[in-house]
């Protein structure tokens, strides 16, 4: 009879009829690891109990061996439009250790399944700001209309799109509106759209410029003064070195691309930023996510690529000692955050440590504020991976993950 009972309660809890009996915790020591400080890596245990560390207990309930591994905190991406279905982006994603996304630019129609298909443990956390806001007839119209559309969303007439993928800010009496629908969709951050700034007028009534075109400069300041008063972050798609100076006076959170990050052209002029306008974004407290791998795949002959990363080095090296954070962003798949680090390294403007940091430290703490992550303490979220090797000695070892742990649960390793 009390086996009937218990399966009874058991059934009741699974049809969501009424609460599972509590489980008693349990207490997880991590022993034999090297474990990341922010500055080097240290031999010691760590202790996880219901998805956090603390500190060392009488006696554990379980003892697992982590063989030496390396571990540290989680990665993320600040910039991925996570192609595909959540399923697939989450086994794509966390098969890399990438645990956070922030996606700038998401149909807000597409939203709702989206949270359902990461929700539970241990699942990729996404941060969405839904469509962007942009010039009548601006970036990306084009995409959404002519390409993503027809392959991807079929069953939407192209003038659906305004209002889920992206939205017109044409006058400043269209700010607030705008915000009030990106709102009611929830939001968690606003993105705009600033491309060649500079040729505003003359790409504004111009069908030739269709989807290659932004925000009026001069609306920039007040919406984003706008959407800070309501509490959210704006990220900024730009293009050129003028874009980078609106979106830096106009007090813009994140730069969402570096410019000249699709560039092709041998004219590299129209993406140097000044070293006044790194300053001003460095006191301005604005980050940059560069999503500067993207160059090797528009620019597939050497002596091409070499000048655009030329350009790259120098802007990157204003920013940075500008003291401007350069954050891991890549505008590609949901695994591509390692490669964006690596490429950076390479590129010459971050060593190993300062890669390892800000793919698994400053790029979380940005995505998620507040959130007690980006470290291996005690207090902190259990999270981490460990690695085969040292990666502040071969940045490449950022691949080489042997496991996977979210908020103390541990992650099957991908197929």
Do not use: C
Request: proline share 8%; hydrophobic share 45%.
């Amino acid at each position: 009879m009390r086996r009937l009972a218990a399966a009874v309660v058991l059934m009741l809890g699974l049809l969501g009829a009424g609460p599972a009996a509590p489980q008693p915790s349990s207490t997880v020591a991590y022993v034999n690891g090297q474990w990341w400080t922010g500055r080097a890596f240290a031999p010691g245990v760590r202790y996880v109990r219901d998805g956090v560390f603390v500190p060392a207990p009488k006696r554990p309930d379980r003892v697992e061996d982590l063989g030496g591994g390396f571990v540290v905190p989680p990665f993320a991406d600040a910039h991925n439009h996570m192609p595909g279905s959540a399923q697939g982006v989450n086994d794509r994603a966390l098969a890399a250790g990438v645990f956070y996304l922030m996606n700038p630019t998401v149909l807000a129609s597409a939203a709702p399944n989206i949270r359902a298909g990461l929700a539970g443990p241990g699942k990729v956390e996404a941060v969405l700001s839904m469509g962007g806001i942009t010039a009548p007839d601006g970036h990306p119209v084009r995409i959404y209309q002519d390409i993503i559309g027809p392959r991807v969303y079929p069953q939407i007439k192209p003038a659906d799109f305004l209002g889920d993928a992206y939205h017109f800010v044409a006058t400043p009496a269209d700010i607030g509106p705008v915000l009030d629908r990106l709102q009611a969709q929830h939001v968690q951050f606003v993105k705009i759209m600033v491309l060649w700034s500079e040729e505003f007028a003359k790409r504004r009534d111009d069908p030739a410029y269709r989807g290659l075109k932004g925000l009026d400069p001069a609306l920039v300041p007040p919406l984003v003064a706008e959407a800070h008063r309501r509490g959210l972050r704006v990220a900024a798609h730009i293009e050129s070195a003028n874009d980078f100076r609106v979106i830096t006076g106009a007090h813009v959170d994140e730069a969402a691309h570096m410019p000249g990050y699709s560039v092709t052209k041998e004219d590299l002029a129209p993406y140097l930023i000044t070293e006044a306008d790194a300053r001003a974004a460095g006191r301005n407290g604005m980050v940059m996510t560069a999503t500067a791998s993207l160059a090797a795949a528009y620019n597939e002959a050497p002596a091409q690529l070499a000048r655009v990363q030329g350009m790259q080095r120098a802007n990157l090296s204003k920013l940075k000692a500008a003291g401007v954070r350069l954050l891991i962003g890549t505008d590609q798949q949901p695994d591509a955050a390692p490669d964006e680090a690596i490429y950076l390294v390479k590129l010459g403007i971050f060593s190993p440590t300062e890669a390892l940091d800000a793919l698994s430290r400053a790029t979380p703490l940005w995505i998620l504020p507040g959130r007690r992550i980006g470290r291996l303490a005690v207090g902190d979220e259990a999270s981490f991976l460990v690695l085969g090797a040292d990666p502040t000695r071969d940045i490449a070892a950022i691949k080489a993950i042997r496991r996977r742990v979210k908020q103390g649960i541990e992650i099957a390793p991908p197929h």
